[in-house]
C-alpha cells in the first residue's frame, strides 16, 4: 500500500513538472527557469539562449512581420516561418496566371526570389529592465495626466540614449500592467524575400475546418531569405543586396522525437490576459465574444459563397477570409473553455483570498483596498456599452471593404488643417490602394455591407443609434439601395478614387459629401465617436489604472512566486514536453500525426481535405527518405505543452540540445482559452515537424538545393 502511495505521488509530481505554464524573459531565465529546465531535460545554458555578447539563440529568430516569428536556418539567411504567416506575401503575389497560392511557388535560384515590399523582420540585439528610469522623477502624489507625461518623456529620453546605434529600433514597453519596463533594441530588416511556399492543399491542408484542432496534417510553412547590404547590415531592397549572414543560425535534428522529451518555443508571443477580473472574463463569455462571434458569421457565410462561386473572387479574397475566420473561431473555442474551466467562479475565489489578503493589516486596505470595487463599478458601466463598441467594430470598421477604406480617407479629410497629419494619413492611404483595388470584389463587398448594417441596426441598443438612422435605416438595407449608392459611389472605383486624392482638399469634401456610402459612414461613426467612444475610452483608463494597482498588489501579495509578466510581443521562452493529451473522458490524443493520417483523411468532395497527387503517389510508393520517423511513417505535426499564444507562429520548436525540431503554428481547440487560463491537461502548442518541411522541400517540391544550406543533424 504504502508503495502503491509512493508511486502515485511520484506520478503527479512527474505530471506536474510536465507541463509549465508562463513565457518568460529570456534575461531572467538564470534566476527563475533554468535549473527547472535543465531538470525537465534541457542540456544546454541560459546564456545559449540569450546572450549579447556571444551568438545565442536569439540571434537566429526574428518578429517576422507585425505578428508573427521565424527563425533563421542557414548561414545564408534562410528563414522558416509558418505558411499562413507568409500568407499574405504569397497571396499578393497570386494571380490567376501564377496561383501561387493553389500551386505553390519555388524559388529555382536566388534571382527567382521574389521582393517583399512593406516586410520586414527584426532580430532582437539586446533588451534590458528601465524600470527605474521610467519612474524617474515619479512621485506618490502626482496627478494620472502629469504621471502619463513623465512616463513618455523618460521614455524618450530613454530611447535617445540608444541612439549612437544607428539602424536600430529602440521599443520601450511595460509588463506587469507598468510595474515595470523594459527597453528592446532590434535590427530590421526590410529585404526579405519568398523563396518557397508549399501549395495550399499541403500548407493549409485541413484549412479553416482543421484550424485550432488537434490532430492536424498541416504542412505549415513557407521560406523566406533575409537580404542585406554588402556590409551585412539592413538596407533596403536592392538587387545588389546579399543574402545575410546571422550570427547564429539553428541546427535541424532530423532524428526525431518521443513523447516525454523536453521542448522549448522561443518566440515573440502577442498578448496574454492572465490578471484580469472575474467581471472581465464574464463579459467576454456573455456578450464581447458572442456578438464578435455572430457578425463574423455572417461575413464568413458571404465570402465563402462568393469564394466558390468565382476563382478570382477565391484568390482575392483568401487572405482577408483566413484572417477573419481565425479569430472567429478561436473566441468560440475560447468561450467553451472558459465555461468549462468555470473561469469566472474561480477568478472570484481569487478575488475573496485577494480581499483577505488585503484586510490582514490596514496600510494594504489604504493602498488596494478599492480595487474590487473599482472594477466592479467600471465593468458595471462598461457592459452597458461593451456590445455597441464590438458591434461597431465588427460590423463599421472592419465590416466591408468600403467602409474601411472611407475610413481611412474621412481620416486624411478632418486632417486637411494638419501638414504632417495630412501627408501621413495620405502617405498611407497611397500604400494601401493598389493592394485594395487588386483584392476588392464589388459584388461581394454590397453583400457584406447591408448584411452587416442589418446585424448593427437590430443587436444595437436603440438608445445607441442615431436618431437620424432611426427612421431610414431600412432603407440602407434595401439591394436596390445599397447597387445604386456602390455604382455611384467615389470608392467603388480606383480611378476615380486616385483623381479625388490628386488634389485633395475643400472642394473634394464637398464632393464626397454627396457620395452615399461617406455620408451613412459618417453618420454612424461620427456618433459613435462622440457618444460610444468617449466613455468606452474613459472606462477603459479608468480599468487599467484599477489593473496596474492590482497587478502591483498580486506581485506583493506572492512575492515569493515565480509570475508570469502577459505576453506584449516581446521574445519570450516557454518550455514544456512533448505530450498528447485527453480532451474528454475516454478518449487519449497521441503526440504526433503521420501522412498515413492525411492520406486517411483525404476527401475529394471537401476542398480542405485534398490531397496533391504527387504526394499520394510519394505515399504509395513510401519514398520518405530521410525523414521517416522510427516506425516507417512520414511524420506531418505534434503536440506539447508549450505555453503559447497568438504570435508565437513560426517560433522554433527546439529540443534539449538547441536544435530545430518543429515550427511552432497552433493550439488545440480545448486549450484555446490559454490566453486567460493555461490548463497544464488540454493547453497544447500545435507545431509542423521538421521532417516534414524538409520531405516536402526535396522529396514534393525538387528543391533538394535548398537544404545544402542547412546544417542537418541525422
Ligand atoms: N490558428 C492559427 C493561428 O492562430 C493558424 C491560423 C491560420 N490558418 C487558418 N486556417 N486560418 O494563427
Ligand atoms: N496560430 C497562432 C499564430 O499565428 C498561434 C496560436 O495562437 O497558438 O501566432
Request: net charge neutral; charged share 25%.
Amino acid at each position: 500500500m504504502k508503495k502503491i502511495f509512493f508511486i502515485l505521488i511520484c506520478l503527479l509530481l512527474f505530471k506536474t513538472i510536465f507541463a509549465v505554464e508562463g513565457m518568460w524573459i529570456p534575461t531572467l531565465l538564470k534566476k527563475f527557469n533554468i535549473e527547472e529546465m535543465q531538470k525537465m531535460g534541457f542540456k544546454l545554458t541560459a546564456e545559449d539562449i540569450y546572450d549579447v555578447n556571444h551568438a545565442s539563440m536569439k540571434d537566429a529568430i526574428v518578429l517576422f512581420g507585425s505578428g508573427c516569428t521565424g527563425e533563421v536556418i542557414s548561414d545564408d539567411g534562410l528563414l522558416i516561418t509558418n505558411h499562413h504567416c507568409g500568407f499574405g506575401q504569397i497571396q499578393k503575389h497570386s494571380t490567376l496566371a501564377h496561383d501561387y497560392l493553389t500551386d505553390g511557388f519555388w524559388a529555382k535560384n536566388r534571382f527567382e526570389e521574389l521582393v517583399n515590399p512593406g516586410l520586414s523582420v527584426q532580430f532582437l540585439v539586446k533588451m534590458e529592465e528601465v524600470t527605474q528610469e521610467v519612474m524617474k522623477g515619479a512621485k506618490e502624489d502626482l496627478k494620472d495626466v502629469d504621471l502619463k507625461k513623465l512616463i513618455a518623456s523618460n521614455i524618450e529620453a530613454i530611447k535617445r540614449s540608444y541612439a549612437g546605434i544607428t539602424n536600430y529600433l529602440v521599443d520601450v514597453k511595460p509588463l506587469f500592467y507598468g510595474n515595470q519596463y523594459f527597453a528592446y533594441v532590434y535590427e530590421v530588416f526590410k529585404d526579405v524575400r519568398l523563396v518557397g511556399a508549399p501549395p495550399a492543399s499541403i500548407g493549409k491542408f485541413g484549412g479553416d475546418t482543421d484550424n485550432w484542432v488537434w490532430p492536424r496534417h498541416t504542412g505549415d510553412f513557407s521560406l523566406f531569405r533575409v537580404y542585406a547590404g554588402k556590409d551585412n547590415k539592413p538596407a533596403s531592397y536592392s538587387p545588389d543586396n546579399q543574402p545575410y549572414h546571422p550570427k547564429k543560425f539553428f541546427p535541424i535534428n532530423l532524428k526525431g522525437i518521443r513523447k516525454g522529451d523536453f521542448t522549448m518555443v522561443f518566440g515573440f508571443p502577442g498578448s496574454t490576459q492572465e490578471y484580469i477580473p472575474s467581471q472581465a472574463v464574464r463579459l467576454l463569455i456573455e456578450k464581447s465574444n458572442p456578438i464578435k462571434v455572430v457578425a463574423r458569421t455572417i461575413k464568413l457565410g458571404i465570402m465563402e459563397n462568393q469564394m466558390a462561386a468565382d476563382p478570382k473572387v477565391r484568390i482575392q479574397y483568401a487572405s482577408k477570409y483566413a484572417g477573419v475566420s481565425n479569430v472567429w473561431k478561436k473566441w468560440q473555442g475560447e468561450t467553451r473553455g472558459l465555461v468549462r474551466l468555470h473561469a469566472v467562479e474561480k477568478k472570484e475565489k481569487e478575488e475573496l483570498e485577494f480581499s483577505k489578503w488585503v484586510s490582514q493589516n490596514s496600510s494594504r486596505e489604504k493602498k488596494y483596498g478599492a480595487i474590487l470595487e473599482d472594477f466592479k463599478k467600471n465593468y458595471a458601466e462598461l457592459s452597458d456599452i461593451q456590445i455597441a463598441y464590438d458591434l461597431y467594430n465588427e460590423t463599421i470598421l472592419r465590416g466591408s471593404d468600403v467602409f474601411g477604406l472611407i475610413a481611412r480617407v474621412d481620416q486624411l479629410a478632418q486632417s486637411v488643417n494638419d501638414t504632417a497629419k495630412f501627408s501621413r494619413q495620405m502617405r498611407i492611404i497611397a500604400e494601401i490602394l493598389p493592394g485594395y483595388f487588386k483584392d476588392y470584389d464589388g459584388q461581394t463587398d454590397q453583400l457584406i455591407l447591408p448584411a452587416l448594417l442589418k446585424l448593427y441596426f437590430e443587436r444595437l441598443d436603440p438608445k445607441h443609434l442615431p436618431e437620424k438612422l432611426n427612421s431610414c435605416k431600412t432603407d440602407f438595407i434595401n439591394s436596390t439601395w445599397v447597387h445604386d449608392a456602390y455604382k455611384r459611389s467615389l470608392f467603388s472605383d480606383s480611378l476615380k478614387i486616385k483623381t479625388l486624392l490628386l488634389d485633395f482638399g475643400a472642394k473634394q469634401i464637398k464632393k464626397l459629401q454627396k457620395d452615399d456610402l461617406y455620408s451613412l459612414y459618417v453618420t454612424i461613426s461620427e456618433y459613435y465617436r462622440k457618444n460610444i467612444e468617449p466613455t468606452y475610452l474613459r472606462l477603459n483608463q479608468n480599468i487599467m489604472k484599477v489593473q496596474k494597482a492590482y497587478m502591483s498588489a498580486i506581485l506583493e501579495m506572492k512575492q515569493d512566486q515565480r509570475l508570469m509578466a502577459d505576453a506584449n510581443l516581446t521574445l519570450r521562452v516557454t518550455y514544456g514536453k512533448i505530450e498528447g493529451y485527453e480532451p474528454m473522458d475516454g478518449v487519449y490524443y497521441e503526440y504526433y500525426t503521420t501522412l498515413k493520417g492525411m492520406i486517411d483523411k483525404q476527401d475529394p468532395n471537401i476542398t480542405d481535405y485534398l490531397v496533391p497527387e504527387k504526394l499520394k503517389q510519394l505515399y504509395n510508393a513510401k519514398d520518405y527518405g530521410i525523414y521517416k520517423n522510427s516506425t516507417g511513417e512520414l511524420p506531418i505535426a505534434f503536440c506539447a505543452s508549450n505555453h503559447t499564444t497568438g504570435g508565437n507562429s513560426g517560433s522554433p520548436v527546439i529540443n534539449a540540445n538547441g536544435e530545430l525540431i518543429g515550427v511552432n503554428f497552433d493550439r488545440c481547440w480545448e486549450g484555446t482559452m490559454s490566453d486567460l487560463l493555461f490548463d497544464p491537461e488540454r493547453c497544447r502548442n500545435i507545431a509542423l515537424d521538421i521532417r516534414y518541411a524538409l520531405f516536402i522541400i526535396d522529396k514534393y517540391a525538387g528543391a533538394g538545393y535548398l537544404l545544402k544550406e542547412m546544417n542537418l543533424i541525422k
